[in-house]
């Protein structure tokens, strides 16, 4: 049986914040061996000291990007940009968090976020005695789905996924390519509990030991696609922009794009 609940008692997090001990404080001796903790990324960054000046957001996303995926303008003149942060992860305003920081300052993700969730655990299980595994967790959106809900960018002590390839189902039918995402899965499963504006950055989830291991696990960052895997890498109108103009300098040898093209 699977159990998620919220773990009271965290107090407001600043830069310095000792997080395993904020947390062993918590949970007292509630945790058990196979406990995952999925912490909000926004506590790890607070705590990491992740909070810069920012009179304007756009620069610290415009900062934090590596790629600009797809850029929409609203009647109201408002700019969303989907982007590719450092961290690798697509999403909106690169992960950049004005909510719940001081006026005129953002917070930004945490630095390693795969770092800091196994700083934590290793940091839980010598305090506690119990093998936990942690997982830092972000609100994202979804490809073709409205709507957020919460993924892991971190991990440690957790296996990210769940590997059935080779088995069968429940007909005998063999499973070529099933490998949820167990990791995700249990990040939106702790959002559940801790809700976004109920201050309860953490979250216990119990019934899954299966997925607790050794701290060397592969991380979060093994779940980001790379991109010579990845079939939509652009927006729907940048994709249509960048065939129509190739579709137009393939048609007119003599442009000067066609040129740039032959050359190179």
Not at 109 to 135: H, T
Not at 191 to 209: F, H, I, M, Q
Request: charged share 25%; aromatic share 2%; glycine share 10%.
């Amino acid at each position: 049986m699977l159990q998620v609940w919220a773990l009271p008692g965290i107090p407001e997090v600043t830069p310095g914040t000792d997080l395993v001990e904020v947390i062993a404080d918590a949970v007292a001796d509630t945790l058990e061996d196979g406990d995952i903790l999925v912490v909000t990324s926004k506590i790890v960054s607070k705590a990491e000291g992740r909070i810069v000046k920012a009179d304007d957001r756009d620069d610290a996303i415009t900062a934090e990007t590596v790629r600009v995926v797809a850029t929409r303008t609203s009647e109201t003149g408002h700019v969303t940009r989907i982007v590719q942060n450092r961290l690798g992860i697509v999403s909106a305003a690169a992960g950049v968090d004005a909510s719940n920081t001081a006026h005129g300052t953002v917070l930004l993700l945490p630095e390693d976020p795969d770092a800091s969730a196994r700083a934590l655990a290793a940091g839980l299980r010598s305090r506690l005695g119990v093998r936990v595994g942690v997982i830092v967790s972000d609100t994202l959106g979804r490809a073709w789905r409205d709507g957020q809900i919460d993924h892991a960018i971190g991990a440690g002590g957790v296996h990210v996924f769940e590997d059935l390839r080779g088995a069968t189902d429940a007909e005998g039918r063999p499973l070529i390519v099933t490998m949820p995402c167990v990791a995700d899965e249990l990040a939106a499963a702790a959002d559940l509990v801790k809700g976004k504006a109920s201050r309860l950055p953490v979250a216990v989830v119990r019934g899954r030991a299966d997925l607790v291991g050794d701290l060397d696990l592969p991380g979060a960052r093994s779940i980001v696609r790379s991109l010579d895997r990845d079939m939509f890498r652009l927006g729907t109108d940048e994709a249509y922009a960048e065939g129509f103009a190739a579709g137009r300098a393939a048609a007119n040898p003599s442009s000067p794009a066609q040129r740039e093209r032959s050359v190179t």
